[in-house]
């Protein structure tokens, strides 16, 4: 496993087991009960979370298919390389050409890396944003039916809305 790859995927390890143990980590409040905008407002977050989760692993998944990519090149420079023909200049050019784009892409792979490692905590630190604001509100239930049927009446306009 290559060096780029490595502090990405610990990093995402972290960012899980971070959000895994601060529902823990916080002392408990009081029972405090939302209003309905309230609720409103802390599922439409968690809507969006879970787009930005979606956009998130999007980019990891694009990322991973890119470094492997990348470590197929790296492993064909091997072998091309232990079959040069150090006499012929030609071979030696465009070895170094088949070099030269191996550094680029390597580049491109870390900034990449570097890339989704930013979208992973800003969506962590919205995400910890979201808990404290929603996590420690109680709703009736009478406000949760209500918002629920809310939702499922815009629901099919939303998607009628954003078909082409």
Do not use: W
């Not at 143990?21 to 408990?28: I, V």
């Not at 407002?41 to 470094?67: I, P, Q, S, Y």
Request: glycine share 4%.
């Amino acid at each position: 496993m290559s060096s780029s790859r490595t502090p990405f995927l610990f990093v995402l390890c972290m960012l899980v087991a971070g959000a895994a143990s601060a529902a823990t980590a916080k002392p408990a409040k009081g029972t405090v009960f939302g209003t309905r905008e309230q609720l409103r407002e802390c599922l439409d977050l968690g809507d969006a979370m879970t787009l930005r989760m979606r956009a998130v692993d999007a980019a990891t998944a694009a990322h991973n298919r890119k470094f492997d990519a990348n470590e197929a090149e790296d492993a064909q420079l091997v072998e091309m390389k232990a079959r040069l023909d150090r006499s012929d200049k030609n071979a030696i050019a465009s070895f170094n050409k088949a070099v030269q784009d191996h550094q680029q892409h390597t580049r491109e792979v870390n900034e990449d890396a570097d890339a989704a490692e930013a979208l992973s905590k800003s969506y962590q630190a919205d995400k910890l944003a979201m808990d404290d604001k929603c996590g420690n509100l109680t709703y009736r239930p009478a406000d949760v039916d209500a918002v629920g049927r809310e939702r499922r009446k815009a629901a099919p306009v939303a998607t009628a809305a954003s078909a082409p």
